[in-house]
């Protein structure tokens, strides 16, 4: 409980900031949203749904690879859910802790759930530092701000480095030291089995592949719905601008908060304000908040209606 007050601490300390940093442009952000065209709006929402329809294939996917049985609508229902719990659990991943423990009902393996559903997030995280690192090849020599270079190639050499400790074990016995560190706090164990379920997708390459193409897919539709609003808002900015900069926003949305919140508004200002202007950066820190409310309803009303998913948080648990 202390953690989950402390994250929720730090989103309303940020949309405080916020509100202060940019309180004198209120109205310019109204003036904005008003005047929002109706229709490119309207069509951003409903791709932005296509994305959740499309995570599900590749959360099937990848359950599909641990011989573990999750049909697309439980694959559907299950990604809608967790976009509801994220609003409630530490991070805007901390849905998937919900996600994993209702698929092992479905699927009677807690482990591999678990794995999966781990999995799932992995795949979606290297795309957001995929897709800005192919991206940035083409801005490199006009790069106003320096910090972007870094931030995206750091994130490339880390996600490179990982992905060798998790599929080489020779690599990965080099770090020994950690699982008997691990193993003291009585969790070695656990996360020993969680490694070698990932692990074993190494004998999974077409599986992979497929689910990145996925992640590739979901994530592009996603960026493109950004596109779409600030469009929409009256920002006029080349399209490959937005497969730059909106997957760091994605990336440093994850950080400690309540999904995001206030974090992830004022990345939006930092990274589209050069190009499209504070106000309608802001504007668009509000709609796609709209857009995670609305498919988080969907995800409220799924969990309330399918009573096999319905779990009991000790307050131990929903703390950590």
């Not at 559903?117 to 795949?123: A, E, T």
């Not at 399209?239 to 995001?260: A, D, E, Q, R």
Request: glycine share 8%; charged share 15%; with cysteine.
């Amino acid at each position: 409980m202390k953690k989950i007050l402390l994250r929720s601490t730090i989103s309303f300390l940020f949309l405080g900031l916020l509100f202060f940093l940019m309180r004198e442009d209120i109205p310019e952000i109204i003036h904005a949203l008003k005047h929002v065209n109706q229709g490119l709006f309207a069509t951003a929402a409903l791709i932005f749904l296509l994305t959740a329809f499309v995570l599900a294939k590749r959360l099937q996917l990848i359950f599909s690879a641990e011989d573990a049985r999750l049909g697309f609508r439980d694959a559907s229902n299950l990604t809608f859910v967790g976009y509801f719990f994220n609003n409630f659990l530490p991070t805007s991943v901390g849905g998937d802790i919900v996600k994993a423990m209702c698929a092992a009902r479905i699927t009677g393996e807690s482990m591999k759930s678990a794995t999966c559903v781990l999995m799932d997030r992995i795949f979606g995280l290297f795309t957001f530092v995929l897709i800005p690192s192919f991206s940035l090849l083409f801005f490199l020599k006009k790069m106003g701000n320096p910090a972007i270079p870094l931030i995206v190639y750091s994130l490339l050499g880390s996600s490179a480095v990982f992905f060798v400790l998790l599929f080489h074990r020779g690599s990965a016995r080099r770090f020994r030291f950690v699982e008997m560190l691990l193993n003291r706090a009585k969790i070695g164990q656990t996360l020993r089995r969680l490694y070698d379920g990932l692990h074993n997708f190494k004998n999974h390459k077409r599986v992979v592949a497929k689910a990145l193409g996925l992640s590739l897919v979901a994530q592009g539709i996603s960026i493109f719905v950004v596109y779409l609003m600030a469009t929409a808002l009256g920002g006029h900015v080349p399209l490959l601008y937005f497969y730059l900069l909106i997957p760091m926003v994605h990336l440093i949305s994850m950080l400690p908060s309540l999904n995001g919140l206030g974090i992830r508004e004022g990345a939006y200002i930092y990274f589209l304000k050069p190009y499209i202007g504070k106000e309608i950066a802001a504007a668009i820190g509000i709609l796609w908040l709209g857009f995670l409310l609305m498919v988080s309803v969907i995800g409220g009303v799924i969990y309330l209606l399918r009573h096999d998913y319905h779990i009991r948080f000790k307050t131990s648990t929903a703390a950590t």
